[in-house]
């Protein structure tokens, strides 16, 4: 119950595309749900989190969308650049809970590389 | 701000040698985390802390593997004795409340 599954493993974009990761939990605690960014050598960074009271999420080119009867939640990258090429991380926790319940359970990883 | 600082960043080792990982988390952070992240299994939470008190090492592999905070500024990982199927990146995260969690670089570690 504590899984988020996340697909697809990589991706390749043109740039310009639409890149699109998705992510599916069954805790239906979880009421956090940020995706991070990790280039390689770096740790992973926030890039947008949402909660499940709205049903999406838009900041610059990175949208999040969530369903929650559908338990999923994705990753739109709008107008794909080749500096966005990194790996993405979706998480959920239950951060209405706190302590250990408000930790961050991680997706595997999605490898988007942009092409020129 | 200077944000999470982890040394050192590589570390090289042989088997059966004792590592030690240190993490100094951002001024303030009431929460630390330590992970560990390999091809095979992602991002896997090892230990967490709270006010510099253990909450949750139910990620903690096996007795090798410890961790200590001392105090506010500053955690440690230790494993001991190492193994190769230990070489992974090892970062360190904090955070205030329930806030962004902000990672460290990451230590990688080899055990040969």
């Known amino acids: 119950q504590q899984q988020v599954k996340q697909s697809p493993q990589s991706l390749i974009v043109q740039k310009g595309g639409i890149s699109i990761i998705n992510c599916a939990y069954e805790?239906?605690?979880?009421?956090?749900f940020p995706w991070y960014q990790q280039f390689p050598g770096k740790g992973p960074a926030l890039l947008i989190a949402?909660?499940?009271?709205?049903s999406e999420k838009k900041e610059g080119r990175f949208t999040i969308s969530f369903n929650k009867s559908a338990k999923q939640f994705s990753l739109h990258i709008m107008d794909s650049q080749p500096g966005d090429s990194a790996t993405y991380f979706c998480?959920?926790?239950?951060?209405?809970?706190?302590?250990?319940?408000?930790?961050?359970?991680f997706g595997k990883g999605t490898k988007l590389s942009v092409k020129p | 701000d200077a944000g999470v600082i982890q040394s050192p960043r590589h570390e090289v080792t042989e088997m059966g040698q004792e590592v030690t990982l240190r993490c100094k988390p951002i001024?303030?952070?009431?929460?630390l985390f330590w992970y560990r992240q390999t091809m095979m299994r992602g991002l896997e939470l090892l230990i967490y802390?709270?006010?510099?008190?253990?909450?949750?090492d139910s990620g903690m592999p096996e007795d090798r593997f410890s961790a200590k905070m001392p105090n506010a500024s500053f955690s440690t990982l230790k494993i001991q004795p190492s193994e190769p199927r230990d070489s992974a990146v090892y970062f360190c995260?904090?955070?205030?409340?329930?806030?962004?969690?902000?990672f460290g670089p990451g230590t990688r570690l080899t055990v040969l």
């Open positions: 995260a904090s955070r205030t409340g329930v806030n962004e969690q902000f």
């Open positions: 805790n239906t605690a979880f009421d956090y």
């Open positions: 802390f709270n006010n510099n008190v253990p909450i949750d």
């Open positions: 001024s303030g952070h009431n929460s």
């Open positions: 998480a959920a926790s239950s951060e209405y809970y706190g302590g250990s319940q408000g930790n961050l359970i």
């Open positions: 949402i909660r499940p009271d709205v």
